[in-house]
């Protein structure tokens, strides 16, 4: 968890005896893991140290030769006990520090029985070791308070990795009262094969449900956001960080070989919290020369369909098998899709049917699945028994390949058939949308509506700057609550990056007022947020900076960011490439030709303006969702040399490839919501705009927050299928336009 600006703020001042600087060294001071990180890395520094601060009071050394002292001193004996993590943890444990020496010790039925007997002695193994990690273990963990307590103190807790988001379909099924069952990969089985053998279908049909549509109804995937709060829930538990290396994970694809055997780079980042946490350096690098064990274990294929959604590549659909039962000649063997399936019947076959239980298949969407498979058929485009579409790169021979698409991706059947009000091309959701998180919004003018909306519903819509104190109409007034903050309309990409950078004071334009007709003061950046203009210079400085802490703190604390893209156009400073919600002039100032120019925006400019938000808002909120929408509001009047109307075409089919490209770039935080699609969509034929052709009608919008509500709202259903998902993972306001301003303008002229 970083640390906060003050901290930083009163770091500096006590110990290096001055301010911080800038914007920038409190922000890199930030994502230090600790109050103690920053105190030690203020009092190393050298700035520190040639200044002589507090000399006569203490001495200090070096944490490179006070760890170097450590363990010249004494060696560390650490045992691990947990699963099958705690092998390679204990290999990179002894690789990274030259004074740890880690035994391993995996808490199986069989073993647990050993250590209950007496057989193994496990008040003597504690004894002999300085440390002892445990996975979280309930069962062992009172066993030692009850029967050895004298070690419970010594007794650490380290986190076991559990994350099925990339292996939504692998489950455990149990056989009676023997364990698991096993099958072609070993304990590790599919719910889908499972349930096709279950319910009677053949071989062909089950390879079948291998299929986008299917995943879909079963929540595939929706999995992602329970795998990623069960790992905050092991961070919690155990104090080793692991929320915050999601991102980095992410970023190199998938990191599991399957549900609970993280690949070898994760358990290094997890060997080095501990030594961390031990006060010890952890040696460069050295995880590159450990061997992986888990690699030679069972090993899931991330499915194609599952890939694309979670941006990590396009997946496959080949298993690795268990290296131990493939011979010493040919020790790496891939089963393919047919082939599994086919074992994984023979495997059930061998059981008796009444004796293997899955949870999974009495949950909702499992036995709503066959009411969907019949429907589907119905339809007459179930897949082919031989379709596979899993087999990728695989030759289909002359099968149509439209063969087994769902409804959503025909024309005829998804839109042409369909009545206006029940077209929905939203399809699915990323994730969802709780009471309790913290949504913002900012925007173009439609993005209010979603504002709307979520108060309205219940939903904790985020406002940091609320005009606490102030009474309810001069609040409204004064378009406190209208956006999450006092920003206005931030119609453009470039607007938001620049509301970061400004807030964070990376970037301070140099026109930093301007002045209106009746004499008062705006500021060029919001210039209609205040409706009586400021008196002073100080009085809109004072404002400014009152708002941008109330950015930060959106920024820093919000859940989930709805960001709506509205225009391409803009006006900016030659100065300093300072972008204006309106040109000079119209709200305030006044149009220079050698201080303002026109600038219309590219899918280049904007994605780049988009992703290098992203970034930002990474740094600061590691958590935080984003949703991207594009305003289906034409343009009000076009500066470019040609009509509005193909101004507005231009406008939005860049803002459209670029939301595009931006979602699929971060697909793992941020995806795309199709309001523009619904409003301007020609099955509407154009009833969703009013008479001027331009406003949206508020059937348009009720239509829009209906399907946001649908596909993100956690209703009951969503709620309770998240709850079993966390479970099976414990077990493994009025419209305000600054644009309208622009047509008043011209107008009154």
């Known amino acids: 968890m970083t640390i906060s600006r003050d901290a930083v703020t009163w770091g500096f001042r006590f110990i290096l005896g001055r301010e911080p600087g800038d914007e920038a060294a409190i922000h890199a001071h930030m994502q230090l893991d600790d109050i103690n990180q920053l105190v030690e890395v203020l009092l190393m520094s050298e700035e520190f140290s040639i200044s002589k601060r507090f000399s006569h009071l203490f001495s200090l050394k070096k944490p490179a030769q006070r760890a170097l002292v450590e363990r010249k001193q004494a060696e560390l004996k650490v045992l691990i006990l947990g699963n099958c993590q705690g092998k390679g943890l204990a290999r990179l444990l002894q690789a990274m520090s030259t004074n740890v020496t880690a035994t391993h010790l995996e808490l199986t039925g069989g073993m647990l ?97 291998f299929a986008e549509d299917v995943y879909a109804k079963l929540g595939f995937f929706d999995y992602w956001d329970s795998a990623r709060a069960f790992l905050q829930h092991n961070e919690q538990l155990t104090g080793i960080p692991l929320e915050k290396s999601l991102n980095k994970w992410s970023a190199g694809g998938c990191w599991m070989y399957s549900v609970n055997h993280p690949k070898l780079r994760v358990l290094a980042d997890v060997a080095r919290a501990i030594l961390a946490r031990e006060g010890i350096d952890a040696l460069p690098d050295a995880e590159q020369f450990v061997q992986d064990d888990l690699a030679s274990g069972p090993v899931w294929p991330v499915y194609p369909e599952i890939g694309k959604r979670l941006g990590i590549g396009n997946g496959h659909y080949f298993f690795k098998k268990i290296e131990s039962e493939c011979g010493s000649d040919r020790p790496v063997q891939m089963i393919d899709l047919p082939q599994f399936v086919k074992l994984s019947f023979d495997a ?10 899955c949870e999974r298949l009495d949950s909702a969407p499992y036995q709503e699945l066959a009411a969907y498979l019949a429907s589907r058929r119905q339809s007459g485009f179930a897949p082919q028994a031989a379709a596979a579409p899993a087999l990728a790169g695989a030759s289909q021979g002359k099968s149509n390949p439209y063969l087994g698409l769902t409804n959503h991706q025909f024309w005829r059947r998804g839109v042409e058939r369909v009545t206006m009000k029940d077209v929905d091309p939203v399809v699915r959701a990323g994730f969802s949308l709780a009471p309790a998180h913290k949504v913002a919004t900012a925007g173009s003018c439609f993005a209010q509506h979603i504002s709307r909306t979520l108060q309205k519903n219940g939903f904790n819509y985020y406002v940091a700057e609320d005009g606490d104190g102030l009474a309810t109409d001069e ?24 509301l970061f950078d400004r807030a964070y004071g990376a970037f301070t334009p140099q026109e930093g007022h301007w002045v209106r007709e009746d004499g008062r003061l705006v500021d060029p950046f919001r210039p209609q947020i205040e409706p009586d203009g ?73 994605v780049a303006d988009m992703n290098a938000f992203i970034g930002r808002l990474q740094r600061v909120n590691p958590a935080a969702r984003m949703i991207v ?16 109307l193909v101004a507005t075409s231009y406008s939005k089919a860049v803002l459209r490839a670029a939301a595009e490209e931006v979602c699929n770039a971060n697909a793992t935080m941020c995806e795309y919501f199709p309001s523009y699609e619904i409003i301007t969509g020609n099955y509407t034929r154009g009833e969703y705009f009013d008479n001027d052709l331009r406003s949206v009608k508020q059937e348009g919008v009720d239509h829009v927050m209906r399907l946001f509500l649908l596909h993100y709202s956690t209703g009951q259903q969503i709620s309770t299928h998240n709850e079993s998902l966390m479970r099976e993972n414990a077990q493994v306001n009025a419209i305000v336009c600054d644009e309208e301003a622009i047509d008043r303008g011209a107008s009154a002229s």
Request: proline share 4%; no cysteine.
């Open 113 to 209: 029985a050993q250590i209950r007997s007496g057989e193994v002695d496990i008040a003597k193994m504690g004894a002999e070791n300085d440390v002892i990690l445990l996975h979280p273990h309930a069962e062992f963990l009172q066993f030692i308070e009850q029967k050895h307590p004298d070690i419970r103190a010594r007794i650490k807790m380290i986190p076991a990795i559990n994350f099925s988001a990339f292996h939504p379909d692998l489950v455990y099924i149990k056989n009676g009262r023997s364990g698991h069952a096993l099958g072609p990969l070993g304990e590790y089985q599919s719910s889908i094969a499972f349930y096709g053998w279950r319910n009677g279908l053949t071989v062909e049909e089950t390879i079948g449900l």
């Open 348 to 357: 059930f076959s061998a059981y008796r049917k009444a004796d293997l239980v």
């Open 475 to 498: 609040t409204l007034r004064r378009n406190f609550g209208v956006f999450s903050a006092r920003f206005g309309n931030l119609y453009t990409a470039r607007q938001l990056l620049q």
């Open 534 to 606: 400021f008196a002073t210079l100080e009085d809109l400085e004072q404002s400014r900076q009152a708002h941008f802490a109330a950015v930060r703190r959106m920024f820093e604390t919000l859940d989930v960011f709805v960001f709506t893209l509205g225009l391409t156009e803009a006006w900016r400073s030659k100065q300093d490439g300072a972008v204006y919600p309106l040109a000079p002039g119209v709200a305030g100032g006044a149009f220079d030709t050698r201080l303002h120019e026109f600038v219309n925006f590219g899918v280049a400019d904007v």
């Open 629 to 644: 929408t594009v305003s289906p509001v034409p343009l009000i009047a076009t500066y470019e040399n040609r009509h509005v």
